[in-house]
Structure formats: structure tokens, C-alpha cells
T-cell receptor
Framework: DAGVIQSPRHEVTEMGQEVTLRCKPISGHNSLFWYRQTMMRGLELLIYFNNNVPIDDSGMPEDRFSAKMPNASFSTLKIQPSEPRDSAVYFC????????????FGPGTRLLVL | AQSVTQLDSQVPVFEEAPVELRCNYSSSVSVYLFWYVQYPNQGLQLLLKYLSGSTLVKGINGFEAEFNKSQTSFHLRKPSVHISDTAEYFCAVRRTNTDKLIFGTGTRLQVFP
């Protein structure tokens, strides 16, 4: 099992550009979570999906952020337009299903917005 | 609302010494409790979890934690640490009726030779 796969691992972009982060959950997992990690705010849940349906997006900071999960094996987190304060490490995690409590984290995408 | 407090942002310790990383939580309802470890430039990995039953939970790499409901604590312990235990450790809490994990701010464990 390859684990949760995230791409790219590193992204450097300029303010105003669109950024798309990608995640492939572990095969067979039904839940997917997007987190953001910064020094100031620690680990924050942005949004999560159960069976490809967004359940709670209350952590999404503003309308510039959007997330989709078109199928069980792929999700994207998009920032448009990006700002320097979006610089952070973005983690994707998946979970086998409700009733199984462990979330499995990907290696993260380190985003730097100049 | 739930919250998680990790009182120590950094814990320096010598190799083979015991260590305790503190975690306190607040919640008015039943919760599940977790400890995750993050090695440099990696994602988080589950160390152990408390869902129900015995309050002493054993995890990977020789770590254990004890759930204390009266003190709303879930401290992580290891009797003898190794250099390889140097990492960031996160305590997390989840209400039993939700999917959301709330993380503490993390404790950086630095093990010296």
C-alpha cells in the first residue's frame, strides 16, 4: 500500500496565482480530510469528505479556498487567488470509514506564496 | 467547544531518560483521544488512541498514555527514550459524535546523546 499520496510536495508561487493541491487517498478509504499547518495556528482542519461528499467545510478560511472530490480516489484543494498568508504545509489524510478512528496522513505539500 | 492544551512547547531530554508529554482537554461530552508523531518533513503518524475500556493505552515505539477523566488529561509517557524519538508530538481529541479531530499545538521532543 502506497499510503496517502500528495502532489506536489513543494510549491512556490507568486501572489495572485492559482494553486491546486492534489491528494490520492488510500484505496478503499471512505473519508478524506484536508488540514493546514502553520507555526502560528498549528494544525487546522479545513474540510472533510465522507463518500466523496463534503460534510464540514467550516474550517475553510475564505472563498478563495475550494475543495472537490470528484471520485473516491482523488481530491483537490484550490486557492485562487493565492496570498502570502496562505503559505503553510497542507496535509491530506484518509480514513477507512466511520467506526474506524485512525486517520492516515500524507507527506504534505509545502506551499510558499511570494 | 472542545480544546486541547499541550503545556510544553519543547521538552529536552537525554537519551535513555524517561519522558512525559502533557495533554489536557476540555469537552462537555464523551471524546476519543489520540497522540500523533510528526518526524521532520513528514506527515503525522498515529502513536496510540483511547476509545474506551482500559485507561492505560499502549502504542508503537514503546509509548503509552493514560486517560484520566477526572483530570481531563491524556499524558504520553516513555520509560526510556532514544535519539530517534526526536520529533513533534501532537495530542488530539474528537467528540464521539463527530468526525473532526482537534489538535493541540504540539510538543517538540528533543533527545540528546
Amino acid at each position: 500500500d502506497a499510503g496517502v499520496i500528495q502532489s506536489p510536495r513543494h510549491e512556490v508561487t507568486e501572489m495572485g496565482q492559482e494553486v491546486t493541491l492534489r491528494c490520492k487517498p488510500i484505496s478503499g478509504h471512505n473519508s478524506l480530510f484536508w488540514y493546514r499547518q502553520t507555526m502560528m495556528r498549528g494544525l487546522e482542519l479545513l474540510i472533510y469528505f465522507n463518500n466523496n461528499v463534503p460534510i464540514d467545510d467550516s474550517g475553510m478560511p475564505e472563498d478563495r479556498f475550494s475543495a472537490k472530490m470528484p471520485n473516491a480516489s482523488f481530491s483537490t484543494l484550490k486557492i485562487q487567488p493565492s496570498e502570502p498568508r496562505d503559505s503553510a504545509v497542507y496535509f491530506c489524510a484518509s480514513r477507512p470509514g466511520q467506526g474506524e478512528e485512525t486517520q492516515y496522513f500524507g507527506p504534505g505539500t509545502r506551499l510558499l506564496v511570494l | 467547544a472542545q480544546s486541547v492544551t499541550q503545556l510544553d512547547s519543547q521538552v529536552p531530554v537525554f537519551e535513555e531518560a524517561p519522558v512525559e508529554l502533557r495533554c489536557n482537554y476540555s469537552s462537555s461530552v464523551s471524546v476519543y483521544l489520540f497522540w500523533y508523531v510528526q518526524y521532520p518533513n513528514q506527515g503525522l503518524q498515529l502513536l496510540l488512541k483511547y476509545l474506551s475500556g482500559s485507561t492505560l493505552v499502549k502504542g508503537i515505539n514503546g509509548f503509552e498514555a493514560e486517560f484520566n477523566k477526572s483530570q481531563t488529561s491524556f499524558h504520553l509517557r516513555k520509560p526510556s527514550v532514544h535519539i530517534s524519538d526526536t520529533a513533534e508530538y501532537f495530542c488530539a481529541v474528537r467528540r464521539t459524535n463527530t468526525d473532526k479531530l482537534i489538535f493541540g499545538t504540539g510538543t517538540r521532543l528533543q533527545v540528546f546523546p
